[in-house]
């Protein structure tokens, strides 16, 4: 195993253990999240009674797989613990998510949960948001105006592709990736960002993270709490 992947098994098998029993837990997308839902899976096989719900199909589709119980939305008032990856954390908490496309139905599933634990590896904890790419979901109607308007907001987007054809998202959208190098007004960005007619959603979070776990290539872990 890469010493990167070390660090993300470490991070997400740590994060699993604030699960309670009975709790609805939601599950993240991404290579940390994977290990944080293989252990989830563990524990329900080890007779934890728990439900989950996903933050996209890859992962609902994993779950499905270890056994782990998936709930409808419709059937969930509260969700207890989301444990989720991220692209980047700052000191302060506030995330760049979405590097895995999944941005939107994270947030969702965040901002609906009473704790959200981030798990990452180092080379994620940054001092200034911004070298990694801000993933930005738009809808695919006339998306040419949208990806002009933020141009003109020197976002510098570029369209997401994958094997030559434009990504498209579990919920039929695009991502523009864009590119600010350091965010200097995070709270102000994701305003404007979510202002502009077209733009579905952003991936900074900026007031969900609750709890930070950082994995080590040695396999120990940091676990820090706001
Ligand atoms: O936001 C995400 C997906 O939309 C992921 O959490 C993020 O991209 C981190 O992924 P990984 O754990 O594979 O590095």
Request: proline residues 3%; neutral net charge.
């Given at each position: 195993m890469q010493q990167q992947d070390l660090a993300k098994k470490a991070a997400g098998e740590k994060a699993a253990e604030y699960i309670k029993p009975g709790m609805t837990i939601g599950l993240g997308t991404g290579s940390t999240a994977y290990y944080a839902i293989m252990r989830v899976g563990a524990l329900v096989r080890d007779g934890m009674p728990l439900r989950a719900v996903a933050t996209s199909e890859q992962s609902e589709l994993l779950a499905k797989e270890q056994g782990i119980p998936i709930i409808s939305f419709?059937?969930?008032?509260?969700?207890?613990l989301d444990i989720d990856g991220a692209d980047e954390v700052d000191e302060h908490f506030r995330l760049i998510k979405g590097g895995g496309g999944a941005l939107l139905r994270e947030k969702i599933v965040a901002a609906a949960s009473s704790e959200m634990i981030v798990i990452t590896d180092?080379?994620?904890?940054?001092?200034?948001?911004?070298?990694f790419p801000l993933p930005v979901e738009i809808i695919p109607f006339a998306w040419e105006l949208t990806f002009k308007r933020l141009i003109a907001l020197d976002a510098a987007p570029v369209l997401r592709t994958r094997d030559g054809r434009t990504f498209v998202t579990d919920n039929g959208n695009y991502i523009l990736d864009c590119h600010?190098?350091?965010?200097?007004d995070p709270a102000g960005l994701h305003q404007q960002l979510n202002d502009?007619?077209?733009?579905?959603?952003?991936g900074l979070f900026l007031h969900y993270a609750s709890r930070l776990i950082i994995g080590y290539a040695d396999g120990s872990v940091k676990s820090l709490s706001r």
């Open positions: 419709s059937e969930v008032d509260k969700i207890d180092e080379s994620k904890y940054v001092k200034h948001l911004g070298r600010y190098e350091k965010i200097k502009i007619p077209g733009v579905v959603e952003n």
